[in-house]
């Protein structure tokens, strides 16, 4: 396989593509919403925006972990209509 500037260029593409996806879904899952609401709050984010400039290296981290920061982010404030989290621990209080 012969590996070009254009051949990285799109691969580095497809890998943020999917790894947006992955937080996504994972920030949807977490907080119960839905999959237009969690890809709106992302979009609104600063993570969003440190993601898509790649100054940062955030880019390489786990999805997982991403979508974390995003979820303290939203909590703090930061982005668009910011839900309450449901209770981490089922509800029981």
């Known amino acids: 396989m012969n590996v070009t500037r254009d051949t990285l ?8 593509e999917h790894l947006e996806a992955d937080i996504v879904a994972t920030v949807a899952n977490r907080l119960g919403l839905s999959a237009k609401r969690a890809l709106t709050l992302y979009y609104d984010s600063e993570l969003a925006k440190k993601i898509n400039e790649g100054k940062y290296g955030e880019q390489y981290l786990a999805p997982e972990y991403l979508a974390e920061e995003l979820i303290k982010e939203l909590d703090r404030g930061s982005g668009t ?6 209770p981490r621990d089922g509800g029981a209080a």
């Open 9 to 16: 260029a799109n691969l580095d593409s497809f890998l943020k």
């Open 81 to 86: 209509a910011a839900p309450t989290p449901p």
